[in-house]
């Protein structure tokens, strides 16, 4: 285990459904970080969280919404999402560089997520 | 555009044989060069990091080769054995203002080690 977890593992939903997409880290670190993984994309990094403020978003699509509400929780809120929006959603954390940390990311085993 | 190259996209090895795997990348802000190693149904987990102030970088089997002049990078994966069969990930990051850093991420190798 990585020290990071998330739930749910799978999820299907409707293009009209509201749904959550939740993850935790254990390591005490203070950045965290949202990925979508498609097949034959490299990693798309959503948004990037430094001491709970949002330090990055990517150009994503508001039907994706985000929130830290303390270093150790990440949210994904989703809402009327698209078929394309089907992908492995991950997860990640590091020490932040802020904190003059490494910068290696912890990885969760994702959220494998399917759009009907 | 692809700010990291990976090559290739797929790859076969028998098992006890070396595996090769490319990276090329352009922007020279980059300094810091981790490979991630992903089994099915897990994350991407760190597998070994290197700096541009040196030229190689060994940890058990698996060995960094890095060549700054050519901005090229590589994993070589010695004696590879079946549970070696992942998908690894090159990435370059930088800097990109004082407190936040980013990760770019190469498009993957898929490795495949036959017993």
């Known amino acids: 285990e990585t020290g990071v977890t998330q739930t749910p593992r799978h999820l299907v939903m409707g293009m009209t459904n509201k749904k959550s997409l939740k993850c935790e880290q254990h390591?005490?670190?203070?950045?965290m970080y949202w990925y979508k993984q498609s097949a034959k994309k490299p990693l798309e990094l959503m948004f990037v969280?430094?001491?709970?403020?949002?330090?990055e978003n990517n150009s994503v699509p508001s039907r994706f919404s985000p929130e830290c509400p303390n270093s150790s929780h990440l949210f994904l809120h989703l809402h009327t999402l698209q078929p394309e929006d089907s992908a492995l959603y991950l997860c990640?954390?590091?020490?932040?560089?802020?904190?003059?940390?490494?910068?290696?990311?912890?990885f969760g085993p994702g959220t494998r997520l399917t759009v009907t | 555009q692809q700010q990291v190259k990976q090559s290739p996209q797929s790859l076969i090895v028998q098992k006890g044989g070396i595996s090769i795997i490319n990276c090329a990348y352009e922007?020279?802000?980059?300094?810091?060069f981790p490979w991630y190693q992903q089994f099915p149904g897990k994350g991407p987990a760190l597998l070994i990091a290197?700096?541009?102030d040196v030229s190689e970088k060994k940890e058990g089997r698996f060995t960094i080769s890095f060549n700054k002049s050519a901005k090229q990078f590589s994993l070589h994966i010695m004696d590879s054995q079946p549970g070696d069969s992942a998908t690894y990930f090159c990435?370059?990051?930088?800097?990109?203002?004082?407190?936040?850093?980013?990760?770019?991420w190469g498009l993957g190798t898929s490795l495949a080690v036959n017993p």
């Open positions: 990640a954390s590091s020490q932040g560089p802020r904190a003059g940390g490494s910068y290696e990311q912890y």
């Open positions: 390591l005490g670190h203070n950045a």
């Open positions: 969280y430094n001491f709970k403020e949002q330090t």
């Open positions: 922007n020279t802000a980059f300094d810091y």
């Open positions: 290197i700096r541009p």
């Open positions: 990435a370059a990051s930088k800097t990109i203002d004082g407190n936040n850093r980013k990760l770019i």
